[in-house]
């Protein structure tokens, strides 16, 4: 069973999905040297979009679907 946690973007307060230690953030296309900047800039999770303005990479519509929150009617 893989763990699926709610949580809040640092950057632009986003709710979105962490997948914890096999997050979709993992299949990110970001660079060592980026990936130093941001963790020095922000100290939580950020959320695909921020990710994705911060990498200057277009995301694949499947990590943007497994960021998603779920919404429950």
Known sequence: MKRRIPKT???????????????WCGELPITDEQYVEISERYHEC???SCLA??????LSPDIIKLSAPIIET
């Open 46 to 48: 950020l959320c695909s």
């Open 53 to 58: 303005e911060l990498s200057g990479r277009p």
């Open 9 to 23: 973007c640092e950057r632009c307060q986003q709710d979105f999905i962490c997948g914890l230690f096999g997050c």
